[in-house]
Structure formats: C-alpha cells, structure tokens
C-alpha cells in the first residue's frame, strides 16, 4: 500500500517562530490532508489539499503532486499549536492512510 | 452541528470481559470510519462504512473485532474478548462521500480503551 513519511519527527520551538512540515508519499494521491492533534488527542482537518498552495490564517499548506509531497508552513507560532501534525492520503484503495506525525512542541 | 459523537470516552475493563464502543456520525454524512491510535501503530483503519455497507474492513486485526451499522446514524464496534494489547485509543470518523472523493474527515473525541 501507500507510505505515508513525515519530517522531522519531532520538533521544538520558541513561541513566534515559523516552522516547516513535510509529507512525503510513495504513490499517485487524489486526496491529501493535514490534520492536528491536540494536547488533548482531539483531531482537528487543518487542510484538504490533494495539489496546489492553501492558506488559512498563519497556517499554509502546499502539495506539489508530481513530485510527491506536501508541506505545511506555521507561522509566528504559539503555544496552542503544540501537539501532533498528521498527513493522511488517499492512494489508489479507498483508504485514508496517516503517516507517523511530526510532534511540535512550542514554549513561551 | 454536534459534530461525531462516541461513547464511553474511558473505559477500562478487565481482560476477557466484551467491549462495545458506539459512534454517532455527523447528520447526513455517508461514510464512516473506525481508527485505532497507539503509539507503536499510530492510526491505522480499522473499517470504512459508505452507506451503512462496510466497504473495507481489511485493517480490524481478528476476528475478536467486530463492527456494525444498522442505520445511518449508528455504528458499533465490539471487541470480544478483549485483551490488553487491545489498549488504545478507537476514534470514529466521518465524512460526506467516500475518503477517494477528497470530501473532509471528521474525528469525534476518541474513547479511550484500557485492558487490564
């Protein structure tokens, strides 16, 4: 099936910093999403973007489909965007597969 | 909108004993999902419902492992008996139209499963 590799697996940072997320996949994909993690294990969709750049507030997400990968741009972070950044996708079977995540960690 | 609601949010049971989770999806969305998160596995699929009809049921690990949707408002999973590596944590999951669709996924709060 479809792999699924996030980068880095962890990453900590000082609050209003920006940070880069990546999401590569092995295979052809026709959905792609960001979801977040809460500290709380709540899973909040960020972004349905199987191609192209979206942006919503100081969150960005760009798939570059023919090269296999997606990332997710945080800008000017805060704290409350700690927790576990997921990439799930849509492969050739109907099944939205995660990757591993990439845990950001955002101190005062 | 109430958003996916699962219930218990916590339990924790003694191993052997069965164990039923339930899962309201979204009104009016037609497919629905059954994830386990663990740390070792992450999210893995367990099924995918469209239109009440399982459609994928590839990832639930045995056959101790059951799930049902009677209705479109209703689903079950039920793990029987239950053993401690069952330990996780199950999210239901909805979304209008199929996962291929590109239509947006929308987790409830999880129940958290714990197996002693």
């Known amino acids: 099936g479809i792999q699924v590799e996030q980068s880095p697996p962890d990453l900590i940072l000082q609050e209003g910093a920006n940070s880069t997320l990546r999401c590569n996949f092995s295979?052809?994909?026709?959905?792609l999403q960001w979801f977040h993690q809460n500290p709380w294990g709540q899973l909040i969709n960020l972004f349905y973007?199987?191609?192209g750049t979206k942006q919503n507030g100081r969150l960005s997400a760009t798939t570059v489909a023919t090269e296999r990968y997606s990332l997710l741009y945080i800008s000017s972070s805060q704290t409350t965007d700690s927790g576990v950044y997921f990439c799930?996708?849509?492969?050739?079977?109907?099944?939205?597969?995660f990757g591993q995540g990439t845990r950001l960690t955002i101190n005062p | 909108d109430a958003g996916v609601i699962q219930s218990p949010r916590h339990e924790v049971t003694e191993m052997g004993q069965e164990v039923t989770l339930r899962c309201k999806p979204i009104?009016?969305?037609?497919?629905l999902f059954w994830y386990r998160q663990t740390m070792m596995r992450g999210l893995e699929l367990l099924i995918y419902?469209?239109?009440?009809?399982?459609?994928?049921d590839s990832g639930m690990p045995e056959d101790r492992f059951s799930a049902k949707m009677p209705n479109a408002s209703f689903s079950t999973l039920k793990i029987q008996p239950s053993e401690p590596r069952d330990s996780a944590v199950y999210f239901c999951?909805?979304?209008?139209?199929?996962?291929?669709?590109?239509?947006?996924?929308?987790f409830g709060e999880g129940s958290w499963l714990t197996v002693v």
């Open positions: 009104s009016g969305h037609n497919s």
């Open positions: 799930a996708v849509v492969g050739g079977a109907q099944k939205l597969v």
């Open positions: 973007i199987p191609s």
């Open positions: 295979d052809s994909v026709n959905n």
């Open positions: 419902f469209n239109n009440n009809v399982p459609i994928d």
């Open positions: 999951a909805s979304s209008l139209g199929s996962s291929r669709s590109g239509n947006t996924i929308y």
